[in-house]
Structures are given as C-alpha cells and as structure tokens.
C-alpha cells in the first residue's frame, strides 16, 4: 500500500496547526518537513534540513516572511524557498540556485495536504462542503496507517445533534486505502465523519477525522471531545496489537542531490543577457509624481529568488532593454514590483514603460542579478537615496527593517510628490529621513553632515543621479570613510566613452588570443568569438560583465568599480573599458 | 580467544580511543563504557597505570581491581588526562600535544558527555565559526558580526593532519580590559578522525595559546561521549569556573548536533552546500573520503 | 539580593532563573559543579540541603530548596502584579499545585532520559522515555483543548503562571533525551508563547523564538549571569 502513497495526496497538519509565526514539523512516508505560514497566508511545505548542514528548519524562526535557520543564520524565502542572505559572507549575494526542495501544499477540508510526487488532486468527499466542516483533534498512532484504517471501520459515535444517546446507527459510506468515511444516525440526527490516516512513517500514523458538523455548532466543544475520548480508545487497542507485530523497518527518505556547481566553491557567475522569464504586469500605477510602479507576476510558476539590491533587465516591446530595481521586501515573493522614472530625454526605455505597457502585458525578463550586496554586519547602515535611486536602497531598508538592524534612509527629492512608493516608505518608520527640494549645495551641505561621524562597521549605500553620487562619494572620503564602507550604484553611466584604442584582449581560459579594434567592445568581441559572457546594462553601470585581469593595464570607462579597485586593475567592466597596454589577459 | 569486533572499517578500529577522564575514575574500580558498539571495562591504579578489557562477567562495573594483574588486557595509555584504547592494532603514538606538558598550564576535564550525533558531525561543528553568532550569541561571537574572514587550510601530508590558521572572528568583550568586542584568532588542527584541538588567543599572555581540544569516543555510529579538554593559562578561576563556560558552550552545540539530519557526515560533496567559511569541513570530508573511512559518515558513491 | 546555587544545564535551577528574569530581578549565582564534580553532594552544600538537589536559594538568610518551592516563594514575594501566583484566586491556586505536581512528573521522565543520555546516569532510560510519552500525550491534549476554548496557558487565567514556568524547561529539552515533539503539535505551540514571554532568557540547549510582532524585543537576545573565565576573553 505505502509503494503508491508517494503519489497521492496526504494530509500533514491541521489548518490551525500553522499559527502566526510558527513552524509545524510535519513527516509523511518518512520524509520531514518544515511547514509554515508566511504572513501573507501562504503555506510553505519545505524538506526538513537546511541545505548547508542538514539542520532541521523546524527549529528555526518563521519571521513572516522568511525562514531562519538556528545554525547558522541562513534565510530561506517564503514561497521559493530560495537562500536571500548567507550571513558568514555578508558581501556576497547568494548564488541564487541555493534552493530549499519544496512541495506542493493545499488547504483543503481543514487539512493542510501535502503530496511528495502527486498524480491528480486532494480527494473529492461527497458530502463535505468547505465552509462548514469541524477538524478534530489529530491522534498521532503508534501503528502502521493500514492497520489503523482497518480498526477504524469498528468506530462508533453519535450525530453531532444526538450526542447524549449511543445507540447511533453506522454506516460505512467509502473506504479508500488512506481513509474512510462513517455515517451515523440517530433519530433524525445525521452526521458524516470523514477520517484521512495520515502514513508518517512504517509504523506511525495520525487520524485526522472531519465532520460535516458547522464549526459554530453551539455544542462544538463537547463533540470534539467526545470524539477526542473515543478516538484516544481506539489508539490505545491499536497500538497494543501493533505492539503484537514485528516492528517494520522505517521508511528512509531519499534526500536530492544539491547541483554540481553547488557542491564546489566558489559559485559560478551569472548568465548571459537572456531574458527567460515571462511576467504579466498585474498593476501599474503612479507610484510617484513622474513615476511609475509596475508589478510584475510570473505567468506560471514561481519567480526566482531576488535578495535586496538586486535588479532585473525588462526586454521592452520597442526591443530596447533597461535594469530595474526590485523594490519588494523580503518574503514577498509572488511578484516582483519596479519603479520607472519618465525621462522625456532618454532614449524611448521609459516612454516605452509609461506610455505602451498596460496592466496585463507580458515582459520578458532577466532572473534578478544582484551586484549591488546588502552587507548585514554593520553596526549601522545609511542608506542616501537621490531621487529614482530610492529603489535598490528601499528594498535594503525592509530587509534591515524585518531584521531590526540599525538604518537610515535619507531619501533626497525635489518634493513630497516625488517621494515614491510611500506606502513602503511609512513601514520604515522614523527611519526614513527625506529632504526636499534641496539645492545643490544645500544638498552637499547636508551630505557633510550626514557622513561626520563614521565609525567602523559603519556601510553607506548610495544611489542617485551622478553628480551627486560624485559629491557624496567625494564627501566621505573626505570625512574618513573607507572606501570599502562606502558602497555605490550609478543608474547610468554619463561618462563619455573613449572607443578609439586598439588593442589584443587574450583569453586565459578559452585560449584565444582576439583583436579589439577601435569602435567595437571586449564584450561584442568575445562574444562574436563564441565565448557565453554575461551583461546586463552595457554601459558600463551595473556590473555584470565584470572580468578578471590577470595581465596588462586596464583603461576604466566604467563606474561601477570603485576607486581602489580600479588602481588595483585586477577587474573590468568588458562592456565600456579598454585597454592602456598593447594586450590585456583575461580569466575568461 | 578471538573476538570478531563489531566495527568493520579498520581505519576507525586501528585508532586509539578515548574512555574517561583519568581524574574522574575512582582508583582500583572496574568502570563500564561502550566503544564501537561494545562493552569495554577500565581501571586506573593507584599509580596512575591504566587498563581497559572487553568487559567480562568475573569484573563487573564497581568491583575492586588491581589494574596491573587483568588477564587479557586490550591496549591501553594514559594520555592528556584520559584513559585510551583501541580494538585493533593502534600505532605506538598518539598525536602530539606540546602544550600540555607546560607545567603553567591549568588542564582538565570539563565534561564528558553524551550526545546523539555521529563523532564527525561533532568534528565538523567544533571546527566552524560561522555558527557562533547564532549558537553562542553573546559569548563567542554577536549579530551583526557575522562574517568568516578567509582563512588558511592544509592537509599535512608529513603528520597527516589538518591544519587551518589565519582563522579570525569577531568576539565580544574579548578582553578583559575592555567591554569592545574584537577579533579572536584560532588554530584548529585535526590530527585524527574524532579528535580536534583548537588553539586561541590568550587573554593573558599574547605570545602564547589557549588549548581546548574534543576527543569523541564512538559508542556507536550515531552516538557518541564527548570528551572536552582544557590546557589553558588562568591563575585566577576555580576549576568549576572555567568547566561551567565549557559545558555552556557545549550544551548549546548539542541541540544543534542532535537536529542535524542525517546523524553520519555525507561525504558525497552533492549532499550539503559548502561556502568558503567551510574550507575546513571541506578538507576534513575530502580527509575522512581519502583514508577511506566508512564508520560514522555516509560515504560517497563510487 | 538573592542567591541561587545554580548549574547551567539544570533545567531544575532554570525554572528559577525564567521565574528571575521574568519578574526582572537582580541576582547573584554561585555555581555548584553538579558534573562531573558531584558538589551538590558535598558537605558543605549538605548542610544547604540534606537532600543533595539543586537548586536551592537563599534570600536574606532565607534558605529554601526544590524548584517548585522557589517558584512558589518568588512570586509569592516579588511579584507586583500577582499574576504568577495569584493568593486570591483559590481555584486558580489549586490549578497551579496540581500542574506543579505534573511538573514533578515530568521531571521524573524526561529530565531522568536525559541524565541518562547526556550524563550517562544508570537508569532504565526506555522507561523514562515512555512514562514522557504518557505525560506529554496528557500535556498537548490539555492544552489543544486549552486553545480550543480560547486559553494560551496551562491554567485557566488569561496569563502564563508558575505552572508554566515549571513545566517549561524538562518539555523543551527533552529531545536531549531522546523524547521527540513531533507529536505534540500543542505542546510546541505553547513552548513558542513560553519563549515571547517578556523577559524570557534562553538556557544551552534551548533555542529563541522569533520575534512576534514588528517590535524588537529585548527578550530575545541571549542574557546571562555566566561567569566568564578570563581565558576566554
């Protein structure tokens, strides 16, 4: 019996069993899960063990939106069950393929159902109408399922409206393999009670019955326990006959292999510029004077986990591609929502957002790319937003907000108007700090105050226009940050960029020696040679064609890299940056 | 008399083991303990010699016995404060412990104790340092300082051993002259399968390390007697002191230990998720897989 | 001030540190080696309890042993609000003394399975394990019902009581004796309320809950009275 059981739907909790916050550990034909609730209803039924060390997630925090683990602080998303943060390398952004096994749950009857490789649906029980059902008390048994199944064909009770008598008349009305389904009469009072065995292990089962009895029945209390009593009984001569029976063997779960690349560090590096998600644009609306918020929701299955600061391409209908930040905070992972700035000068990207795309479109998007990590080991972050560039930073700040790690947002705008996703904003509280209409050196005036007082541990994260990326940065150096400290993220890269150099770009781990002639990029040149290279905004912004330099000197065009790294000339951005020696070696 | 004994994997069998704390075992008195799935009896005399026999029914646990007369004694040596032996064939030496013969030195037993893990769960959970801001908050490390700094791991080929140094983490109030937090540094070497030795920063006297080391005695595949070892420098704090923050410090390992699933090390690199704060892990399962170790781990397939 | 002669991992001398931190007040420990150094059976801590138990307190020259009387006395004493142990309410008094007889039970099972277990005690440890079973079946039933009826804790008042308190540490370590919880979906509800209590602390062995509400909540953090070696600073 328990040899087609993987494939059949079972009940593994009771609806009440998954309060605010908690985590239920569940186990059926062996196997353990993590179950819970995320504050926005959704029930997550995930394999028992983190995938770093195997510990049990049922002993770990349900914080509403992600699952914490107890070891070593790991944070699993609600819904994807995809790793959002690794607190030992606060730097990096989790490969985002480090993905919990999850399976699929249905509340149904009461009953959280889950299913291990189900074929077709929870079962249909004539007669139980959603709404107006009782869940009693689950009785977890010592005894294999089958042997509890068969002795509950022997279960007397009385009609929930006849509670008093104990002459009810029983009839059988369905049996299954997993469940069974008892009439009773008495009188002109009539009950069905519908018991589903639950198989946790070879020997260990839980009856979960349920009546077509109104969950208000005034005598609620009084039926569920009297079921409870009878039910207790009728365990106790279970047992005592499965305790006759040889033991069986328990059942041992088979745990999936983790991917390859997984297993070896360190982590591979993002994929090419493709776009193989398909989002509808379920909402647009003005999240702002002159900006638009869209929320995009995938046309089937799940998105892919996004940490904060992470941004995805939107493949537009005009052909033209542009990043986005991901605004949401975490655990809300059943859309991705974006803010779009209408520039009137740009080159059609936002006119295209704005003007052509309407609720319920379809977007081809990128899986979200995250060069610009969260770090959460500060003792305090600043986060110094100008304008559109609040979106990467008020993903940040709900991440440190569902935390309780110390902040600031200074969100920098011309008006109150212009302050976007305000409903966001009022979650953070006296954390959020605006400043509006601001002058430019009234603006570089309160930058100076803001960045005075850096201590260590301290992160900033800036993003804004250029020019006052530029002060701010030049302002903290000035007041003692380190450049480490001071993270940043151009949403266009407004330098002029110098394509007029030829050089030879060799390939270390490709083989290949190529020419870059003036006018062409590293990036196209590789490409065009074979080799898969990842980009995103090629300009020179976001950082996803990054490369390595093992030899030769680099000619930064970019500024996504700061500084110190580009002095260090051991990265390059392929897409803008060239090269100042005849030939230039790279780890690709 | 030939017993055939119950542990298969002749690596694990050819090793020594430890029994008890020397200190804890009442001179001239059968002790009772379980190793690798059998019964095994020890004695300390009173001039510290030490015995161990497969436990027999003419010796039982609480009898009076001169350690030095037993018929058909297993191998046995008293070292680092504990009683060891071994069911097979043991090399002469165990491994080396300098540290413990400098006679400044304050070195105890904190604590056996049993825990339902196999013995290189344990090793694996004494060697990382990722975990401290969650497992020990407040005592070995505190959010938000969570990071594992990049750290060195080798494989000594010459004493077959691992060794990782340059090892740093963020402790708080890790001295006594401040109430700052600062980085601690530690040495973690693994010079046999169920045994590790850390070295860390001494408060007073910076030129020299503390030593604590774990010695796990298998009693089965799945559970194991911890032994904790402390050979520190502290003139100033009873010995109950200093036992009470170790076994705090164990007991909330063990939670930890007893939720992990399954209880024997996955040595196939597919089954868990290495990042780079586990290079030590990394190298010790790599280690276990190259000696071939199959007792208390899930070995890769072939 | 008061005293506790306390050992860390007593889940006996933790009830009264919960009950200590829970009403907020200051103390001193002095820490008696129960393993492997057997003090509590030493002369001098004889002559502090002829029983050779922890934990045992004194208050201003007040000695009084055995956990359950502690909590009694303490909340008797300290607590402002009278909630603990409310001296008014008898029925809810006789509640409590038959949960703090329960929790005697409990410690009778659960806590013997884990001295077995953990300190290699000699007793018949499936026994224990299985009379745990019998109790916790009691326990989550009791309290399933309990939140059936729109009750949260194991007495009948709106708020936790020193039944709670006692009942408490010996359920949520009883894994470390082999005694699962899976079973008793209840019953690890009731230990996540125990852990958002105001002024709840964490011993070894027992993990935090997660905060419940949007606030940051101090009782989270670990809090402790350990003293720390030099040698680990």
New interface residues.
Partial sequence: MLDTAKTRWHPIAASHDLPFRHVFHAQLLGREFAVWRADDGYVNVWENRCLHRGVRLSIGINDGRELKCQYHGWRYANRTAGCTYIPAHPADAPARTITNRTFPAIERYGLVWAAEEPLGGVPEVEGLAEGSLLALRGIPVNAPADLAVERLRGYRFQPSDALDGNAAEISIEAASAFSLALHARSGGAETLAVFFVQPVDSGRAVIRGVLDTAEDHPARLAILRRHNEALSKLREAIEREAAAMPAPTPLTPEFQRVSPELAEMPALSADARKAPLRVQAARKWQAAEGIAGFELRPISGLLPTFQPGAHIDVHMPNGLIRQYSIVNGPGETDSYSIGVKFEPDSRGGSAAMHESVREGDVLAISEPRNNFPLRRDAVKTLFIAGGIGITPLIAMAQALQNQALAFELHYFAQSQAQLAFPDRLETLGPALVPHRGLSPAETAAKLRELLAGYRNAMHVYLCGPGPMLEAARAIAAEAGWPEGAVHFEYFKNTNEIDDSTSFEVALARSCLTLQVPAGRTILEVVREAGVEMPSSCEQGACGTCMATVIEGEPDHQDVYLNDAEKRAGTKIMTCVSRSKSPRLVLDI | MTTQPKCTDPVILNLWHPLA?VS?TSVGTVMDTVLLEERVSYAVGSDGTVAAWRSRADLPAGSRVDAGSIAEQLPSKSAYGYVWTTLGDAPAELFPIPEFEEPDRRRL?A??????VSAPRAI?NFLDM??F???H???LGA??????KEYDVEISAERDEILATRCRFY?P????ASTEGADVDYIYRVPHPYCSVLYKS???DDKRL?VIAIFLQPMDQEHV?AHMMLC???E??E???????Q??????D???L?????KRL?L??????????D?SA?AYRRWLSQKGVTYGVIPAAA | MITLYDYELSGNCYKIRLLLGMLGLDYKTVPVDFYPGREHKSDWFLRLNPLGQLPVIEDDGFVLRDAQAILVYLASNYDQAGTWYPRDNPRLLGEISQWLAFADGITGTASAARLHDALFYDLDAEAARAGAHRLFRILDEHLWFGEQEGRSWICSASHPTIADIACFPYVILSEEGGISRQDYPAIRRWCDRVKRIPGFLVMSGVFPAGRHGRHKASHERWTTHLHTPGWQK
């Fill in positions: 704390a804890e037993n604590a056996t104790m049993g825990v339902n694996e990722g975990h801001p969650y497992v908050t407040d005592i959010e938000p300082h969570t990071e594992v402790q109030m890790a001295s006594t001494s408060p007073v503390d007697r520190v420098l502290d100033d704090n010995d109950k002191i200093i036992k009470r923050f076994q705090t410090i164990f007991g909330q063990k939670p930890i007893e939720n992990q699933f399954p996955p196939d690199p597919r089954a868990e998720t290495p990042i780079r704060a290079k990394i």
